[in-house]
């Protein structure tokens, strides 16, 4: 997903060359929507690239990048599980200066190297860079384009969705690294009513996946046990 910004666009190019040369192929894609609707973005991207049903998809931010080993191995757990694979457990944002330095390096083939490691850490996320097999991307009918109202819940939204009609997705641990960029003007703030209304959309997910699996937990005769 992509909306072009002339101050992030040294890390578009930067995440780009570590895609193309890791990827068969690599789509930067929009939608028409104002503000910016993530979801319909990646399922652009999706209809775009014409996948066959055994392909993986790494879903990136295009200020994003993972280790190329664990590239490798996300990658190559997804298409023999077909399940939504998380190939991080923290992520490291860089100050303006670290991004400066990672993008001046430019990009080399073996991705990040150990100086790039002197990042703040900061929990768990589900989005960034992901994969998933084409075939799983449809059974969850890809990306929920109802979170509408700017950024937020949407990659939280899919993966309940992931979890719930494909099986528990997969995290590795390592980090995902985030190149540094101001604020965008029009930026959602999460005070702001659409960034709850998706917000609360998610939570309508979650809420939903708890009453999914309960459902199934009572055709199975478990409801009933101590």
């Not at 040294?10 to 789509?27: F, G, K, S, T």
């Not at 995902?176 to 709850?196: M, S």
Request: net charge negative.
């Amino acid at each position: 997903p992509w909306r072009p910004t002339a101050d992030r666009e040294p890390a578009r190019r930067w995440v780009r060359e570590y895609l193309d040369q890791r990827c068969q192929r690599v789509i930067f894609a929009d939608s028409d929507h104002q503000p910016f609707n993530r979801s319909a973005a990646i399922n652009a991207a999706v209809r775009q690239a014409n996948p066959a049903a055994d392909d993986v998809l790494a879903i990136a931010d295009a200020d994003c990048f993972i280790t190329s080993q664990r590239f490798v191995e996300g990658a190559t757990i997804a298409k023999e599980t077909g399940r939504l694979v998380i190939p991080h457990d923290s992520t490291c944002r860089t100050t303006a200066e670290q991004a400066a330095e990672v993008i001046a390096d430019r990009c080399p083939v073996a991705g990040p190297t150990g100086r790039w490691f002197r990042k703040n850490r900061s929990p768990q996320v589900v989005s960034g860079l992901v994969f998933i097999r084409f075939d799983s991307f449809q059974k969850v009918n890809g990306f929920d384009e109802r979170f509408d109202g700017g950024w937020g819940g949407e990659d939280q939204g899919f993966a309940i969705a992931a979890e719930t009609l494909i099986g528990p997705s997969i995290r590795l641990d390592g980090p995902l690294f985030h190149l540094y960029h101001e604020r965008q003007a029009g930026a959602v703030d999460k005070t702001d009513p659409g960034f709850r209304a998706n917000q609360q959309r998610w939570l309508e997910y979650r809420n939903a996946a708890q009453f999914f699996v309960f459902d199934r937990m009572t055709e199975a005769g478990y409801a009933d046990q101590p």
